[in-house]
């Protein structure tokens, strides 16, 4: 996994895990617009192209999982989400979702209770 998709046992009762970073990312018009970009497999940082953040090779360490990037100048309220399908106990499967924004790794497991994603603290 990339480093901006958290360990945890979440990931024994998990398919199709996704991170994505949503703002509100500034245009060159000075007008403002919703944003996002998928970061699971981002290996660099993100950069505001008029609005769009795309991946820039920035190679600054990243502030537990929120990406670093030029974006950072332009973007506000980013949060982070932690996203899969999550297996049941009745074996069924359903679309979880979790905001790792402040999450530090190791502070608690990020587990897959009866098909949601929740922080269990050790």
Do not use: H
């Amino acid at each position: 996994m990339s480093r901006f998709v958290p360990a945890g046992s979440y990931q024994k009762t998990a398919s199709q895990i996704n991170v994505n970073l949503y703002g509100k990312s500034q245009r060159r018009d000075q007008s403002w617009i919703a944003a996002g970009a998928n970061i699971t497999n981002l290996s660099g940082g993100l950069q505001n192209l008029d609005g769009s953040l795309q991946p820039e090779n920035d190679p600054a360490p990243t502030t537990g999982f929120v990406p670093n990037g030029s974006y950072r100048q332009t973007t506000e309220n980013a949060s982070v989400v932690l996203s899969a399908y999550c297996q049941k106990r009745d074996g069924s499967w359903q679309w979880a979702t979790l905001d790792i924004t402040r999450y530090v790794q190791g502070s608690g497991d990020i587990a897959n209770i009866n098909g949601e994603l929740m922080i269990q603290n050790a």
